[in-house]
């Protein structure tokens, strides 16, 4: 099971770490993906690390977020930085066995959702 946390409320121009754990397995077999849904918008693909340690970020994040795995804690987390207001959402981690086929940059290439964590950013 994934979930996402570290959400919370933070100021414009400050940063937040987010991480998704699984528990009972491990993720480094898998891709990761970093997903958000603002209210009243479709899920957004943030960025997203492959098996082979491969990245990708979404045009909107790119140069403010970094994906990374935490091997030890068998958690993949998100830093981003100099938010703003319209980051304002709730943010999701998914998982894939990672057979090679995927660029694993669209929802539908991650079957394992884990429950969201809420980012609000105050101006």
């Known amino acids: 099971q994934l979930q996402a946390f570290g959400g919370g409320m933070v100021q414009a121009g400050g940063s937040l770490r987010l991480s998704c754990a699984a528990t009972?397995?491990?993720?480094?077999?898998?891709?990761v993906g970093w997903f958000r849904q603002a209210p009243g918008n479709g899920r957004e693909f943030l960025c997203s690390?492959?098996?082979?340690?491969?990245?990708a970020y979404g045009a909107s994040v790119k140069g403010r977020v970094t994906i990374s795995r935490n091997t030890a804690k068998n958690t993949v987390d998100l830093q981003m930085s100099s938010l703003n207001p319209e980051d304002t959402a709730v943010y999701y981690c998914?998982?894939?066995?990672?057979?090679?086929?995927?660029?694993?940059?669209?929802?539908?290439?991650?079957?394992?959702w884990g429950l969201g964590t809420q980012v609000t950013v105050s101006s």
């Open positions: 009972g397995r491990s993720l480094n077999s898998n891709a």
């Open positions: 998914a998982s894939a066995w990672d057979s090679g086929v995927y660029v694993y940059n669209r929802a539908s290439d991650f079957d394992d």
């Open positions: 690390v492959r098996r082979n340690g491969r990245t």
